[in-house]
Each structure stands twice: as structure tokens, then as C-alpha cells.
């Protein structure tokens, strides 16, 4: 009877359930990410995603006082697994956050904040849901002339190895002008008109969501970013017949 009792407490412990996740704070995390991705245009499912270090994934970190803000108005936390091409578990090592943009009031800054009730990270981002116009100069050119296109905000930045470039269209027409042809300043880049159109040209610029706005304040994590794709109406130029 007694060489049963060790063999029963074995087979009574191999039933209990497994100690839970050690409990984490933000403090916890090694060199934090904060990245804010928003949908096309004011009016989609706004998302904020809180990344730790790659070496936490695949092991179960929890932060379960996590909670966050944008501009005020509290985000709701989503759990459970995600699953494709990088498989993440919200409750552990990618902390997710969503939001219905209509519950926001639009302002030249807007400020996300995640906490934990000890620290706090805040990030603030400029003209985040401002919609974007470009104005190009001059209209009135022939191939060889260089246009300078404008955009507003002009706070924008361009992703220093973003994909972005333009099309020219006229009528059935069309010309790409990719990056490596293009001369990016603060607020404007500028291209050489190509041979190929004439007449009424649109100029579209495509690969927006490698001009995004700016973060202004990254207080806490050790990146901030943000990304989110702008609708940015084309502008028409007049091409002169060569």
C-alpha cells in the first residue's frame, strides 16, 4: 500500500492543470514597438498594434491591466490567435487594439496612449486624418519641363525606401515615373515631364502609404510608426505637342 502512495500522487499531479502565464508589465518588454495602422480614408476599422521584442513571440508574456487611447476615447483590446503568414497570440506577445473612427473628433494632432497603470507610452501624430491634396506646378509645360508637385500636410514625410511614383495619363496614354526619377523636398517632390502623353494629363501619385504623417512625440517605446493609406486625388497638367 504504500509503494501505491508515491505512484498516486504522480498520477494525481499529471492531471492538474498547468500554472498559468507569468503575469507581465510594459516595463517587462525589451525594446518596444508602438505601430498605429488606420484604413484608407476616415470611416474604416482603426487598429493599433503593440509589438514586444521578436524574442517574446511564441511565449505567452500577458499584460492583463494593458489598456490604451486614441485621442481620448478608449480602444477595445481583442484577443485570441492569429493565424498566417506570422501567427501571433493577442494576449501575449502582440497586444491589439480597434476602434470606430467615429467615435473620434479629427484635430491637427492625435494622441495615442497605452498603459498599464504604471507606465505609459504616448505617441502623438500629425494631421493623422486630414484628407491630403496636391496642387502641381506649373500646369502649362512641355516634355523636358520639370513639375513640382505640392502636398498638404505638408508635414508628411516619404519613407526613405518606400515604394512611390507617378502616372501620367492621357486618354488611353499612359507613362510611369518611378521613384529613381523623382526629387523629393520637405512637402514636394518634382519630376522631368516624360515623352509618351500630351494634351490633358493626369497625374496620379501612387504608393501613398509611403507618405505618411509624422509622429511628433514617441515617448516610451523605442519606435513609433504609423501607416495608413491616403487617397490622394490626381492633378492635371497640360502637355504642349513637341
Known amino acids: 500500500?504504500?509503494?501505491?502512495?508515491?505512484?498516486?500522487?504522480?498520477?494525481?499531479?499529471?492531471?492538474?492543470?498547468?500554472?498559468?502565464?507569468?503575469?507581465?508589465?510594459?516595463?517587462?518588454?525589451?525594446?518596444?514597438v508602438v505601430q498605429l495602422n488606420t484604413g484608407a480614408v476616415?470611416?474604416?476599422?482603426?487598429?493599433?498594434?503593440l509589438?514586444?521584442?521578436?524574442?517574446?513571440?511564441?511565449?505567452?508574456?500577458?499584460?492583463?491591466?494593458?489598456?490604451a487611447t486614441l485621442d481620448g476615447k478608449?480602444?477595445?483590446?481583442?484577443?485570441?490567435?492569429?493565424?498566417?503568414?506570422?501567427?501571433?497570440?493577442?494576449?501575449?506577445?502582440v497586444f491589439e487594439f480597434t476602434l470606430d473612427p467615429k467615435e473620434l473628433t479629427f484635430g491637427p494632432t492625435s494622441e495615442l496612449t497605452v498603459t498599464?497603470?504604471?507606465?505609459?507610452?504616448?505617441?502623438?501624430?500629425?494631421?493623422?486624418?486630414?484628407?491630403?491634396?496636391?496642387?502641381?506646378?506649373p500646369t502649362d509645360v512641355k516634355v523636358g519641363d520639370t513639375v513640382t508637385l505640392a502636398w498638404a500636410p505638408a508635414s508628411d514625410t516619404v519613407a526613405p525606401k518606400g515604394k512611390v511614383g507617378l502616372e501620367?495619363?492621357?486618354?488611353?496614354?499612359?507613362v510611369l515615373v518611378?521613384?529613381?526619377?523623382?526629387?523629393?523636398?520637405?512637402?514636394?517632390?518634382s519630376f522631368v515631364v516624360p515623352a509618351g502623353v500630351e494634351g490633358d494629363v493626369t497625374v496620379s501619385l501612387f504608393g501613398t502609404a509611403t507618405i505618411q504623417p509624422t509622429v511628433t512625440a514617441c515617448e516610451g517605446p523605442t519606435t513609433c510608426g504609423v501607416s495608413r493609406e491616403y487617397d490622394v486625388p490626381p492633378v492635371t497638367i497640360h502637355v504642349k505637342p513637341a
Not at 508589465?25 to 525594446?31: F, G, R, V
Not at 509589438?51 to 489598456?67: A, D, N, R
Request: aromatic letters at 6%.
Open 1 to 32: 500500500m504504500r509503494a501505491l502512495l508515491p505512484m498516486l500522487a504522480l498520477l494525481l499531479g499529471a492531471c492538474e492543470e498547468p500554472p498559468p502565464p507569468e503575469e507581465h508589465k510594459l516595463a517587462d518588454i525589451w525594446h518596444p
Open 42 to 49: 476616415p470611416g474604416g476599422t482603426e487598429v493599433i498594434q
Open 51 to 67: 509589438f514586444v521584442h521578436p524574442q517574446l513571440v511564441g511565449m505567452c508574456h500577458p499584460i492583463p491591466t494593458l489598456s
Open 168 to 174: 501620367l495619363r492621357a486618354g488611353e496614354k499612359r
Open 74 to 93: 478608449a480602444m477595445t483590446q481583442l484577443h485570441g490567435r492569429v493565424e498566417g503568414a506570422t501567427p501571433y497570440d493577442r494576449d501575449c506577445s
Open 178 to 189: 518611378n521613384r529613381t526619377a523623382l526629387t523629393f523636398a520637405p512637402g514636394s517632390l
Open 116 to 137: 498599464d497603470g504604471t507606465t505609459t507610452y504616448r505617441v502623438a501624430i500629425a494631421e493623422l486624418f486630414t484628407p491630403r491634396v496636391m496642387t502641381a506646378s
